[in-house]
């Protein structure tokens, strides 16, 4: 059994910065991403890396503001958001994946889920 624990989310000034972390345990750990879904929308996608860490992806809303990255030995994930908007204001979760395989997108994709972080902005 995988288990995904985010962490690092709160309230923060537009223009400010938060660093996501998502610590997993119990399987290896190949292709993880970070989605968000904000009230009354659907869960989106917003950035995504491949088990070595050489190919990310990341949605147009948040290309030149947030980095992802990993540390396989700690078998964690990061999401390292800067420039924050109001817009982006959502829970944030972690997803995963434990079969090796090219990096995707989509929410039905990842198989284990984190519980999600509040990210708040405020204009």
């Known amino acids: 059994q995988v288990q995904l624990v985010e962490s690092g989310g709160g309230l923060v000034q537009a223009g400010g910065s938060l660093r996501l972390s998502c610590a997993a345990s119990?399987?290896?750990?190949?292709?993880m991403a970070w989605f968000r879904q904000a009230p009354g929308k659907q869960r989106e996608s917003c950035a995504a890396?491949?088990?070595?860490?050489?190919?990310?992806y990341y949605a147009d809303s948040v290309k030149g503001r947030f980095t992802i990255s990993r540390d396989n030995a700690k078998n964690t994930v990061y999401l390292q958001m800067n420039s924050l908007k109001p817009e982006d204001t959502a829970v944030y979760y972690c997803?995963?994946?434990?079969?090796?395989?090219?990096?995707?997108?989509?929410?039905?994709?990842?198989?284990?889920w984190g519980q999600g972080t509040q990210v708040t902005v405020s204009s």
């Open positions: 890396i491949s088990w070595s860490g050489g190919n990310t």
């Open positions: 119990g399987r290896i750990i190949y292709n």
């Open positions: 997803a995963a994946v434990t079969t090796l395989g090219p990096l995707r997108i989509g929410a039905h994709d990842y198989h284990y």
